[in-house]
């Protein structure tokens, strides 16, 4: 079953609130599953699964499609991590050097895909 679009209004309007600092988890959950659907439309694919626990996770990225077990190129992020990378607020290299992304495969540097356009 396919996800309900999330319009793009209301996300934006839940990133701002979080990016403001005045976030309550229904706006970090709303911004996160937002800017998800905004990558997987930068990017569509299905060769790298992107986690942002507990909230959402999108497939992405022209390539290999994977259809069964643990994918082989994944990247995980914790929530306040994926909205600043996603934002620009904080580049992919800074993140993986402080070890707050997780990536494993050789589709998983994500770097050319940020910051998104939302």
């Known amino acids: 079953m396919a996800r309900a679009r999330i319009d793009e209004q209301t996300g934006r309007d839940a990133v701002r609130t979080v990016l403001a600092g005045a976030a309550e988890r229904a706006d970090l959950a709303m911004a996160v599953r937002y ?5 997987a439309e930068a990017s569509p694919g299905r060769s790298v699964e992107v ?3 507990p909230f959402g996770a999108v497939q992405a990225v022209e ?8 994918p082989p190129n994944v990247v995980e992020l914790d929530a306040e991590t994926f909205v600043a990378i996603a934002t620009g607020s904080l580049m992919w290299g800074e993140a993986a050097s402080a070890g707050r992304v997780h990536a494993s495969g050789a589709r998983s540097d994500l770097s050319a895909l940020f910051p998104l356009a939302y």
């Open 35 to 39: 800017l998800l659907q905004a990558l």
């Open 51 to 53: 986690r942002v626990p």
């Open 63 to 70: 390539g290999p499609r994977h259809t069964r077990g643990t």
